[in-house]
């Protein structure tokens, strides 16, 4: 257990609303990411952050952003949620210095 | 484009048979990673492979990083049904770069 918690775990939304994920740590690592996960593709990176305030675009960013306020919190949010964006996002620290990345448990979006 | 590319994405074997999955690219990864995914879960690491023709066992699986760094492999010998899960190969393209790509993943069925 590398002490993530995923928030909320299930949510259904309309297409056009603003959503947001969070993801908890409690174990003060440097590095997180939130991912997405679509058949076919297997995860795909949305956004990083290596530091408080301190983020960087993934492969698939459009229609994201991210904040870090605190070393803990990851928010992901979803500024007009899109049907394209019904997806399974998880959330990832990176546990320094054995450059192993632990996930967490997901969060499954449904966009209607 | 699939960065990596895994093979196969679907696999259906009878218990104790054995099976190989591949992970390739065109490009060198400072490290490879393999991972298994539960329904419902987030992805668990198995193991990283970090220098060109490294092997690694783990129990009944057997991983390897090709001698350039492009390509790995998981062989499973006699499989059985607690195999079965998705299983997804990820590569760190360049070592510091804290972030990693995803192959499609491989959907292993271990039929009693």
């Known amino acids: 257990d590398a002490g993530i918690t995923q928030s909320p775990r299930h949510k259904v939304t309309e297409t056009g609303t603003p959503v947001t994920l969070r993801c908890h740590q409690t174990?003060?690592?440097?590095?997180m990411y939130w991912y997405r996960q679509d058949p076919g593709h297997g995860l795909r990176l949305i956004h990083y952050?290596?530091?408080?305030?301190?983020?960087d675009k993934g492969e698939v960013s459009d229609g994201y952003s991210v904040s870090r306020s605190k070393t803990e919190d990851f928010l992901l949010t979803l500024e007009s949620a899109t049907s394209s964006q019904t997806s399974v996002y998880f959330c990832?620290?990176?546990?320094?210095?054995?450059?192993?990345?632990?996930f967490g448990e997901g969060s499954w979006l449904t966009v209607v | 484009t699939q960065l990596l590319e895994q093979s196969p994405q679907f696999l259906s074997i009878q218990e104790g048979e054995n099976l190989t999955v591949y992970c390739n690219s065109s490009?060198?990864?400072?490290?490879l990673q393999w991972y298994r995914q539960e329904p419902g879960e987030g992805p668990v690491l198995l193991v990283t492979?970090?220098?060109?023709?490294e092997v690694k066992k783990l129990k009944r699986l057997t991983f390897q990083f090709g001698d350039a760094r492009k390509d790995s492999s998981l062989h499973i010998t006699a499989a059985q049904p607690g195999d079965t899960g998705l299983y997804l190969c990820?590569?760190?393209?360049?070592?510091?770069?804290?972030?990693?790509?995803f192959g499609q993943g491989t959907r292993l069925t271990i039929n009693p």
């Open positions: 490009s060198v990864f400072s490290s």
């Open positions: 952050s290596y530091g408080v305030k301190d983020t």
């Open positions: 174990e003060n690592h440097r590095y």
């Open positions: 990820a590569g760190e393209l360049s070592q510091g770069a804290q972030k990693l790509v």
């Open positions: 990832a620290i990176k546990s320094d210095p054995r450059r192993t990345i632990y």
């Open positions: 492979v970090v220098t060109g023709g």
